[in-house]
């Protein structure tokens, strides 16, 4: 699987933004899918993931009711929804797919990534 993520941006605090994912391959509904994001000097961080079947979903708490994200097997798509964006949300954004049953909030346990992009709130 290929990952390709775009719609990074530079935004002010409270505007919103939606990441995509592009993904290749016949396969692709069969990946648990993740977001995560890396800030400068930070390491990265689970964001939310999401179920083959786009029907379970998890976020990290300090996402939650801000971000969505969501799947179009069909056009293999795995989208991110940010609401409410703050500073502390700027970051290089990375889409993956995950083989292991059930998900990970843990990037060691997803098999391919995407190249980032980047997101930046301004104040």
């Known amino acids: 699987v290929q990952l390709q993520a775009s719609g990074g941006g530079l935004v002010q605090a409270g505007d919103s933004l939606r990441l995509s994912c592009a993904a290749s391959g016949r396969t692709f509904s069969s990946y648990e899918m993740g977001w995560f994001r890396q800030a400068p000097g930070k390491e990265r961080e689970f964001v939310a993931r999401?179920?083959?079947?786009?029907?379970?979903?998890y976020y990290a708490e300090f996402v939650k009711g801000r971000f969505t994200i969501s799947r179009d097997n069909a056009k293999n798509m795995v989208y991110l929804q940010m609401a409410s964006l703050k500073p502390e949300d700027t970051a290089d954004y990375y889409c993956?797919?995950?083989?292991?049953?059930?998900?990970?909030?843990?990037?060691?346990?997803?098999?391919?990534w995407g190249q980032g992009t980047l997101v930046t709130v301004s104040s």
């Open positions: 993956a797919a995950s083989r292991k049953g059930g998900g990970s909030y843990y990037a060691s346990e997803y098999d391919y």
């Open positions: 999401i179920a083959w079947d786009g029907l379970i979903t």
